[in-house]
């Protein structure tokens, strides 16, 4: 969905609204500028990188740029010399692995600073502990350079507007143009910086065709099946094919993003539709919502599920990895972390993905992903100083292609990876080293290349051409609504956990779930939808 309901969703949500009372303590408040001052805000100007050519190009519908191998000479990224000389620069971010060596031990991290001209100081706090890490920062005032907003962090426009600078003098329009590399970051990522009538932080863009139901291609091809199904009864079947639950092998595991899968096929909201300015919720479409939970219990009953999967949290890449289940929705970067971790044990190892068939046959629809993971706010500083700041982030914007891309993704040649060709393939080393977290501080537009082998690359990029000819955004991506962010995805998993899984068993009837909406529409969700409207309103003004 916009926001699939992840562990890594729920986790950012359950822990933000935790820190919802260190927030409200602090100075953070203020007048909040009035909404109608979003509709003057200009995002920068999109001017795509041209110096390295694709071999597959992207296009302007979402396709990402396909790359086989990368280039011999890579293009300097700071051809003038370090452009951010200068007072050394705090960044407080996140990471969702191991914290990274220090620079003092780390080559990659010493080599970076000196490209910059400056030190870049991270601290990097572990995701688990980030929002009340975040939040406890901003109560005491003493804030670092750089700050990572999730968004699910509350009270953002007035906090944005209270403490932190508003980007739009120094980047709004053709202002984006003194620095390439963030001009380089699409529209669409950065439609989320505007708040509180301004722009309010640097994107970190991410790609917008979001999640794929992934197959194992080498359990297909030894069962004689076809990955490609044309409607729900022959998913349902291609399922019962790959299922033998006497030998503890089965199609699905995780029955909440199955049933994306299906709504998909049913051309389903994702997250949030919008009509004629009024919102309406993906739980909230009651014939389709039936209709596909009808088709998963059939799915459950033909016993195509891995029997844990209702109950267990963080396993299915394993299950998918080690043939437990034979198919599993995820995001797209998941693509060649499954080809690097499982297929360097298993030489037979191979993924591809299916987009979602109409239900009775025809065309589906695939749910477009956030085109941005979070922004990267500045605290309020002198123009000299926040220009140095923007040159600095530029060169970590630097694309694919450049030798500055190069080292943030794979490191230092001869400490973190090795050239096979003109390919770097990085070592266990250089895999800990690159965990410095530039991909959360901003980052260059995503692109599809697997340096090891060219054929994944031919087969994201399909992918991706097939996913975007029936692409469905989230009409409430980029819109903000502090009832959302506080409450939302807490209450959206409750229903799903409760009475969405219960239906899917056979534990919960229909009444049950139509409870379970009605009780969400009264207690926050006709708030929510109603700020939506109001923010959408605000930006059309």
Known sequence: MGAHLTRRNVLLAGLATAAVPALA??????????????????????????????????????????????????????????????????????????????????????????????TLNYEVVPVANYPVKFALTVAGGDLPDGMLVLPTAPRQPAMLNALFEDLSPYLSGSGVRRYPYLANIPSSSWSPMVLAGGLYGLPMPRANSGSAMFYRADIMKQKDLDPHPTSFEEFLKLSRDLSDPRHAKYANGDPTVTLYFVLEMLHGANEWREKNGRFTWW???????????????????????????????????????????????????????YLLQYGATDPKFDVDAMVAPGFDGGRGSHWAGPSNFAMLALKKAPKERIEQLLRAFNLLASPFGTDHYLLRKYGVEGHDFAYKGPDPVMSPVGATDVAVPTTFTTDAPQSVYYPQDAEPVRRQYEFQKRAVEVLVPNAAYGLYSETNVTYGDKAKQDIIEGPLKGYMRGDADWGDVQGAVKSWRRSIGDTMRGEFETYQASLNT
């Open 25 to 118: 303590a602090c100075g953070d408040g203020g007048a909040e500028p009035a909404l109608s001052d979003n509709a003057d805000v200009r995002l920068p100007d999109y001017v795509p990188y041209r110096d390295v050519q694709p071999d597959l190009p992207g296009t302007k519908a979402g396709v990402l740029s396909g790359y086989y191998h990368y280039p011999k000479h890579p293009v300097a990224a700071a051809p003038d010399g370090p452009p951010a000389t200068g007072p050394s620069i705090d960044v407080m971010t996140l990471t969702f692995s191991p914290v990274p060596p220090p620079a003092s031990k780390n080559p990659m991290w010493r080599k970076l600073n000196d490209t910059l001209g400056t």
């Open 283 to 337: 739980l909230e479409e009651s014939d389709i919502l039936h209709q596909a939970l009808d088709a998963m219990r059939r799915l459950v009953k033909a016993q195509t599920f891995h029997p844990d999967g209702f109950t267990t949290v963080g396993k299915f890449k394993d299950w998918f990895g080690n043939g437990q289940v034979a198919m599993n929705y995820d995001g797209l970067s998941a693509w060649n972390q």
